[in-house]
């Protein structure tokens, strides 16, 4: 398919050699007289290679990827160093000849898919002609610089991307690539953003936490794509990452940040064997391996059943999301569901919730069979189940402030035991370690704290039951624990929580027992030394053996907690 000339054609050449990217002392603000969010930051990505920037959330990893590519969200400003863009300044461009630059010779995969996959288009469109990739959802107007002066037609765009879709490793590509965003779930949809910005062999890839949503296995398939994709066309990547373990098999160099600046750079290698910095050794030692819990479960054997789930069924246009799924959460006792992205456990987690009737079985909350409560009763009863989404920008509304979100649920269920709404979203944050944030919009806030809040908020109503759907799927290892922290003191008070997830890790470390989901079913379910130590059905048993294992060994000395 032939290419007009653009303003980005003469980068791209150049880029078989050049670094398609060169950071130097890049500064960016909070407004032009604001606090500094990244601070001298310089780094080079090489054509071919892979350089990872790693940190913890709010560290200033997604800001100074963004700032490369010339796409700050409101509110930042760059107010110092150099950025060359494939041999460009992105900053001295005009925002139409800075689109066409992106449009010809960059690929971006950003963090959020849902926000980034506009609903009323057909995922195939999508992916053909993908949105600039500035997260705010103007469409590309450069589309001619990578297609030419033709646009595809309907069944062109389709067959293009079921293809790209199918190499992604998604089922049925070429039926789901007619589709709309909402028939996908978390996982399907990050796959079809990278399908969508590997799709013309761009000079640079910026890929921003691009497998979060992604079990094991698929991270593996994504991330060797992304690789061999970038080798073949002598393309850069930047990878925008919390998962240490990926980076160390990944990367060829690693930048690690803290509070916007690089503290540490060097051949990913020699980061991890042997780290200067005590907050890269501390990192490192927050990384999770596959540690099975073997004490015996909480609770006992015989405690008493919150949630039951009996013979659920679910279908979606004819597609069975779930089938025959049966099984029961006791009081204090903490449940995760494992499996592959699109495996249903998310379509479980709402069934449980009350939020979509089952098309047989039923689910029963305290004895109650919520299919057949009346409108009033099933709210009520809701204040004692509380979910937790995987995006929790999606979830709070961005117009309102952190206190009013945490105090939404009173306002609904009644303050419930406290004293008043102000004193309760006053000790909720200070219980998620967010006290005095009352009067900020979640726009102001890292990805880790506004899960917190969507935490808090699930608190404020004092439930029996959470559901948390890849909660801490978005986060750095150390805010994971934050969050996992907080959940377990939920269980120690007596909550159960139900945590729906695709990382083993955490599922063998926190969980009383472990359902594994295949296809809709229940395949596997018991305590995880028996499940994930030493599973039974081979789709466990894949599942486990697509964790990669630690690449570099790391010093005996890892023991430090991250700095404050």
């Not at 001619?144 to 190499?167: C, D, K, Q, Y």
């Not at 060097?266 to 501390?282: C, L």
């Not at 206190?403 to 306002?411: I, K, M």
């Not at 909550?495 to 596997?524: C, N, P, Q, W």
């Amino acid at each position: 398919m032939g290419r007009r000339a653009g303003p980005a054609a003469g980068a791209r050449g150049a880029a078989v050699s050049a670094p398609p990217l060169v950071v130097e002392g890049l500064e960016v603000r909070a407004g032009r007289a604001g606090p500094a969010v990244v601070r001298g930051v310089s780094l080079t990505v090489p054509a071919g290679g892979c350089l990872a920037l790693v940190g913890e959330s709010g560290s200033g990893k997604s800001v100074t990827a963004l700032a490369a590519l010339g796409r700050l969200p409101p509110g930042l400003v760059r107010t110092g160093g150099r950025v060359a863009l494939l041999g460009r300044n992105p900053a001295a461009l005009p925002e139409r000849a800075l689109r066409a630059l992106l449009a010809e010779g960059t690929g971006f995969v950003p963090q959020d898919p849902l926000a980034a996959l506009d609903p009323l288009h057909p995922v195939a469109d999508q992916i053909v002609a993908p949105r600039c990739p500035d997260g705010w959802g103007r469409l590309n107007e450069a589309l001619s610089a990578v297609l030419g002066s033709r646009r595809p037609g309907r069944a062109e765009r389709r067959r293009v991307a079921a293809a790209l879709l199918e190499r992604m490793g998604l089922r049925d590509a070429e039926a789901r690539a007619g589709a709309f965003p909402h028939a996908f779930s978390g996982g399907m949809r990050q796959r079809a953003l990278i399908a969508a910005a590997t799709r013309h062999a761009p000079a640079l890839v910026v890929a921003d936490e691009p497998t979060t949503a992604l079990d094991a296995a698929v991270e593996r398939q994504v991330l060797t794509l992304l690789r061999e994709a970038a080798a073949e066309a002598g393309a850069g990547l930047l990878l925008v990452s919390h998962d240490l373990g990926l980076v160390a098999w990944f990367a060829d160099r690693v930048a690690v940040m803290r509070e916007g600046r690089i503290v540490e750079e060097g051949e990913t290698e020699a980061v991890f064997r042997a780290p200067r910095e005590a907050y890269t050794r501390a990192l490192l030692g927050a990384s999770p391996a596959l540690r099975v819990r073997r004490v015996a479960p909480r609770p006992p054997p015989g405690g008493r059943v919150l949630l039951s789930v009996e013979g659920v069924s679910r279908r979606y246009g004819g597609v069975a999301a779930l089938t025959g799924a049966t099984l029961s959460v006791q009081e204090g006792e903490f449940l995760a569901v494992v499996g592959e992205s699109g495996s249903g456990k998310s379509t479980l987690g709402r069934l449980m919730l009350g939020l979509e009737a089952p098309d047989e079985g039923r689910v029963l909350f305290a004895g109650e069979d919520l299919a057949r409560l009346r409108p009033a009763a099933l709210r009520r009863l809701r204040a004692e189940m509380q979910p937790v989404f995987q995006d929790p920008l999606s979830s709070l509304d961005p117009r309102w402030s952190v206190g009013r979100s945490v105090a939404e649920p009173l306002r609904v269920a009644g303050l419930r035991g406290w004293p008043s709404e102000r004193e309760a979203v006053a000790a909720l944050l200070e219980r998620v370690g967010l006290g005095g944030m009352e009067r900020r919009r979640p726009s102001e806030l890292s990805g880790g704290q506004r899960q917190r809040v969507a935490i808090a908020r699930a608190l404020a109503p004092r439930p029996r039951l959470i559901v948390a759907d890849e909660a801490v799927s978005a986060l750095d290892v150390t805010t994971q624990g934050r969050v996992m922290a907080l959940l377990a003191a939920f269980r120690r008070e007596g909550g159960a929580v139900v945590f729906v997830t695709h990382d083993l890790r955490l599922a063998a470390e926190e969980a009383d027992r472990v359902a594994v989901v295949e296809a809709g079913r229940i395949v596997e379910l018991g305590p995880p030394d028996a499940v994930l130590g030493a599973p039974s059905h081979p789709y466990t048993q894949r599942l486990v053996g697509a964790l990669l294992p630690p690449r570099f060994p790391l010093p005996a000395t890892l023991s430090e907690e991250v700095p404050s």
